[in-house]
């Protein structure tokens, strides 16, 4: 089994700063991208920003020149950080990766629990 766990979801005022993380555990073989997406109330889950394994990255406009994602593959973890947060970036964030569990399987997509980021004065 593959667990994605991650933290650092909170309030926050405008123009501060959060990071989260997002650690996968348990089979894994090898780990293609890793990624965040998020669903804001009444939208569908957009995705915010990913790393790919060569470690080239995706970033959605909204969020260009604030947040940065980062990776560790020692430890299966990936980062964001949050910087001059908007209310508009109030949602649930979602930690993917899609993993192989042993080599030659197949890779499938894995998704965290979610943790609420909340922008507000």
């Known amino acids: 089994q593959v667990q994605l766990v991650e933290s650092g979801g909170g309030l926050v005022q405008p123009g501060g700063s959060l990071k989260l993380s997002c650690a996968a555990s348990g089979s894994i073989g090898s780990i293609n991208n890793m990624g965040w997406y998020r669903r804001a109330p009444g939208k569908q889950r957009e995705l915010v920003a990913r790393?790919?394994?060569?470690?080239?990255?995706n970033y959605a406009d909204s969020v260009k020149g604030r947040f940065t994602i980062s990776r560790d593959n020692a430890k299966n973890t990936v980062y964001l950080q949050m910087n001059s947060l908007k209310p508009e970036d109030t949602a649930v964030y979602y930690c993917?990766?899609?993993?192989?569990?042993?080599?030659?399987?197949?890779?499938?997509?894995?998704w965290g629990q979610g943790t609420q980021v909340t922008v507000s004065s």
């Open positions: 790393v790919i394994s060569d470690r080239s990255t």
């Open positions: 993917n990766a899609v993993i192989q569990q042993s080599w030659g399987s197949p890779y499938y997509d894995y």
